[in-house]
């Protein structure tokens, strides 16, 4: 497996995407996942021109992050893409710049409390279930245009996390469910987008950023507005079991 020649064929199909979607290509965001994978692997993607990072336990970040440090000079910046305990809320502020994560105002609120206690701010995105599926975590918002008493909950409750102090709530993240074709991928990245406009319109909260689309509907999700999509097994091959 070439990891580089991997990462070329993801930006050409990124590429295509935006053409398909007449979008700019510097409006997307490649954050290569590298959970289970080796830092020798993610020097291998920075060395092909990748600066974003994912990963999706902190348990393993702890670890990866440091080892990857001290393999190279340059500057790479670590997304927090998997479900955070609040036990490890602590940590994740210390070890990431951005966490597409936070699935309630309690853990919002936690990650607030630490940031203004090592007086530091912390980027946050707001992971949102948009397609009900029960084995996905986040806030729950399907069906969130046609239940008024679910959307009204859901602005209040973001409403109240971006007044927190030391976060900076960037915008929604969403994972679509598993399917045999992608373009039924479309209405839950869809929906998401209308959401977070409608969020931007009616509530004033800025939300610039969409992380939405893995290795099987990153194209999709990139021509229904993703601004960061989250790649992990089309560059670097299928994760290491552990």
């Given amino acids: 497996m070439n990891i580089a020649e991997n990462i070329e ?6 590429r295509d ?3 398909r979607a007449n979008r700019d290509m510097q409006t997307v965001c490649l954050i290569a996942v590298s959970k289970t994978h080796p830092p020798e692997a993610v020097m291998q993607a920075a060395e092909a021109g990748v600066q974003h990072f994912g990963e999706n336990r902190v348990e393993e970040a702890e ?3 440091p080892a990857v440090s001290a393999l190279t000079d340059v500057s790479l910046y670590w997304h927090m893409v998997g479900h955070l305990q ?4 602590k940590d994740a502020l210390s070890l990431f710049g951005t966490i597409h994560s936070v699935d309630s105002y309690k853990l919002a609120e936690k990650l607030s409390r630490l940031a203004v206690e090592h007086n530091r701010s912390i980027a ?8 009900g599926e029960a084995s996905k975590y986040g806030f729950q918002a399907a069906g969130w245009e ?26 929604l993240m969403t994972m679509a469910p598993i399917v045999t074709d992608m373009e039924d991928t479309r209405p839950v990245f869809a929906s998401l987008r209308r959401l977070r406009d409608a969020v931007q319109e009616t509530q004033g909260i800025g939300l ?14 990139i021509e229904e507005g993703a601004t960061m999509v989250r790649i992990g097994r089309a560059i670097f091959g299928e994760r290491n079991m552990r």
């Fill in 208 to 221: 610039p950023e969409l992380s939405m689309g893995m290795t099987d509907d990153y194209p999709v999700a």
């Fill in 17 to 19: 995407a935006c053409t």
């Fill in 9 to 14: 064929h993801v930006y050409t199909q990124i």
């Fill in 146 to 171: 046609q239940d008024d008493v679910l959307r009204e909950s859901l602005f209040d409750a973001w409403r109240q996390i971006a007044e927190l102090p030391g976060i900076q709530v960037r915008g």
């Fill in 63 to 65: 670890s990866k992050l």
């Fill in 124 to 131: 946050l995105l707001l992971e949102t279930n948009i397609s």
């Fill in 86 to 89: 609040s036990r490890k809320a």
